[in-house]
């Protein structure tokens, strides 16, 4: 099944304790990206990737890193989590930045 | 001016009626347009893609672009209770940059 997966679905931990979330794609896609979504805000896009090893900022990437080792692998990285980092996040891929994307479902994160 | 603009809703519709869902956007280079669904505690999926003016429909969906007034809109026929869930507006702009709207919330009564 055609899939993007993350992992873990939930999160609680606290403030300044580094955190990984992990995302995979099983489509061959060249694009991934990592969005929060919060109320009121909508979906904004923190770091994206066009293709292995090569990775951008998007809207709001402060606090976070990511890399892209691998075609299908692109993980969120909070090296020291924030209150303020409390999100619904959604790792997403596509064939190129401006197509359809297809949205894994989702990790909620609760910073203490 | 946000980017791509949405009214936040809740937009209520009785079940069989038409729901109606607009986006308008600023960027007038944009290219593709997008709407997606999300249901409550899901992840966006996408129901329709638009990137020429006029309409495209598929099935009880139909998508209506206008690039002279920028805007995109969504009719939904024959509403129905499982239709209820917020619409997203997606538009691909400059350097292929794909910005979302914050999404309507459609409520079918029944």
């Known amino acids: 099944e055609a899939q993007v997966t993350q992992n873990p679905r939930y999160l609680i931990t606290v403030t300044g304790k580094k955190l990984t979330v992990t995302c995979s794609q099983n489509?061959?896609?060249?694009?991934m990206s990592w969005y929060r979504q919060d109320p009121g805000l909508g979906l904004r896009q923190i770091y994206y990737?066009?293709?292995?090893?090569?990775?951008d900022k998007g809207d709001v990437p402060e606090g976070y890193k990511v890399s892209r080792k691998e075609k299908r692998n692109f993980p969120l990285i909070l090296e020291s989590p924030s209150p303020n980092q409390t999100s619904l996040y959604f790792c997403?891929?596509?064939?190129?930045?401006?197509?359809?994307?297809?949205f894994g479902p989702g990790t909620r994160l609760t910073v203490l | 001016q946000k980017e791509v603009e949405q009214n936040s809703g809740p937009l209520s519709v009785p079940e069989g009626a038409i729901a109606s869902l607009n986006c308008t956007y600023s960027?007038?280079?944009?290219?593709?347009f997008f709407w997606y669904r999300q249901y409550s505690g899901k992840s966006p999926e996408l129901i329709m893609f638009?990137?020429?003016?006029g309409d495209k429909e598929d099935g009880r969906f139909t998508a209506q672009l206008n690039k002279a007034s920028q805007y995109v809109s969504l009719l939904i026929r024959d509403s129905q209770p499982s239709d209820s869930a917020t619409y997203l507006c997606?538009?691909?702009?400059?350097?292929?940059?794909?910005?979302f709207g914050i999404g309507t919330k459609l409520q079918v009564i029944p």
């Open positions: 997606a538009v691909t702009g400059g350097y292929q940059k794909v910005t």
């Open positions: 960027d007038r280079g944009s290219q593709s």
């Open positions: 997403a891929s596509g064939f190129s930045r401006g197509d359809e994307q297809f």
């Open positions: 638009i990137y020429s003016n």
């Open positions: 489509m061959n896609h060249e694009y």
């Open positions: 990737s066009m293709n292995v090893e090569v990775t």
